[in-house]
C-alpha cells in the first residue's frame, strides 16, 4: 500500500500522473533489475555530475538559438 501512495505521489506523478509502469518504479526503489547497476552514494553519485552539466549547457545553447532565431 506505501508503495502504490509513494508512486502515485512522486513530483512528477503529482504534477503529469505517473508515466511509467508501477513494476518499474518498485524496480527504482528496490534497486533491482536494470536499476541494479545504478550510480548511487556519495562517491558513484559525483560521476553523473558531468554528464548532466553537459546536458545542462547544451539545452541553453539551443534554447538560446531558438530565442534568437524566433525574436530576431
Request: hydrophobic share 50%; proline share 4%; charged share 10%.
Amino acid at each position: 500500500m506505501f508503495q502504490y501512495i509513494t508512486f502515485v505521489f512522486t513530483s512528477a506523478g503529482c504534477i503529469i500522473g505517473p508515466f511509467f509502469e508501477f513494476t518499474d518504479f518498485v524496480n527504482w526503489i528496490e534497486m533491482k533489475g536494470h536499476y541494479k547497476d545504478a550510480p548511487r552514494g556519495l562517491v558513484q553519485g559525483w560521476a553523473t555530475l558531468l554528464p548532466v552539466l553537459g546536458k545542462y549547457v547544451y539545452g541553453v545553447i539551443c534554447i538560446g538559438i531558438h530565442m534568437y532565431i524566433t525574436v530576431v
